[in-house]
């Protein structure tokens, strides 16, 4: 048993260590010179090209892109795809090898960090929180916001069971003993966040596996609250999620397979189609399960 435990925390140390590495090892992003200000909530990607370093291969291949403001588009397609390189891009986690992102008009390289931070939230596929209480977790989405702003966006957010399963409500400390949160509660508290940070650009990359229904539903609900007048790039690895978007693309290999609305890509009888049906299948196949 002692061995055991022994070999986990070694392997948690190890992690910690190759974490710290590769930041350590990444060089900063050179930071704007131009100052220049997106001129609305658009996005566009002009014939982007990007390679993870140390990679022969191009994560994103060649894609173009253009999203209006206030328009709520879906990247969708195979594990290993591109999705959430792409949105990474947009949010210039990373630069790009070849072509431009722009915001508002305006390239992201040319706008300053902290304006590019404000201006774009981002919900990750694994959200992750930082040792200190939920509402200091949270206040990190705009500093200087008041407790009960903190406490509006948690509602919105549809986190309110979260805060009440614990008995130290908003102050539980993330990290201590005997205090769990699921991904999907995890991604709820980071749209918490989205929330009180009220971006006009906003990001969700949604979680692989939801651990309960109830989780999915409820993330879904907080998420479509916090898109209303937003402009929106939303990873779905459910499509249901993006049957109303006004354009869904699919991204295969770095690459756009194909992109239009639900029910064109349904009858264009592609990869989505197919997507279409496997996910019906899958869902069928759960409610069986569940005797319904
Ligand atoms: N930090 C990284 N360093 C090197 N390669 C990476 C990194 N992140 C992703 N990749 C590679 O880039 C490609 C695109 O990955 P990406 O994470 O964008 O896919 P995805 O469409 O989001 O997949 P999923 O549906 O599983 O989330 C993959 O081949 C992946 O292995
Ligand atoms: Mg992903």
Redesign the pocket.
């Known amino acids: 048993m002692k061995v055991a435990y022994a070999g986990e925390a070694q392997m948690i140390v190890d992690d910690a260590l190759n974490r710290m590495y590769e930041i350590l090892e990444t060089e900063p992003l050179s930071e704007s010179k131009k100052n220049e200000k997106p001129q609305d909530s658009s996005i566009t990607l002009d014939n982007v090209i990007f390679a993870?370093?140390?990679?022969e291969?191009n994560?994103i291949d060649g894609i173009n892109l253009s999203v209006k403001a206030g328009e709520h588009i879906a990247l969708v397609?195979?594990?290993?795809?591109?999705?959430?390189?792409?949105a990474s891009l947009i949010a210039r986690f990373w630069d790009v090898k070849r072509g431009a992102v722009k915001i508002g008009g305006t390239d992201v390289r040319n706008i300053p960090s902290d304006e590019l931070m404000n201006y774009v939230s981002y919900v990750f596929?694994d959200s992750k929180l930082l040792k200190m209480s939920i509402m200091d977790n949270i206040r990190m989405g705009r500093p200087d916001a008041t407790d009960e702003e903190v406490m509006q966006a948690l509602r919105d957010a549809q986190c309110m069971d979260i805060i009440e399963k614990f008995p130290d409500g908003v102050n539980t400390m993330i990290g201590s003993k005997g205090i769990y949160v699921s991904g999907g509660e995890c991604q709820r508290l980071s749209i918490a966040r989205a929330f009180l940070k009220n971006a006009p650009v906003l990001i969700l990359?949604e979680a692989?596996a939801f651990a309960d229904p109830d989780n999915e539903r409820l993330v879904q609900q907080a998420f479509e609250k916090l898109s209303k007048d937003k402009t929106v790039i939303m990873?779905a690895?459910r499509l249901s999620t993006v049957t109303n978007a006004d354009c869904i693309y699919v991204?295969a290999d770095?690459k756009i397979a194909e992109s239009g609305k639900h029910s064109e890509l349904v009858a264009n009888n592609g990869i989505y189609s197919r997507m279409w049906n496997e996910y019906n299948k899958s869902v069928n196949r759960q409610v069986g399960k569940a005797g319904v």
């Open positions: 993870y370093e140390n990679s291969v994560a397609g195979p594990s290993g795809g591109g999705k959430t390189t792409l596929q990359d692989t990873i690895h991204l770095g």
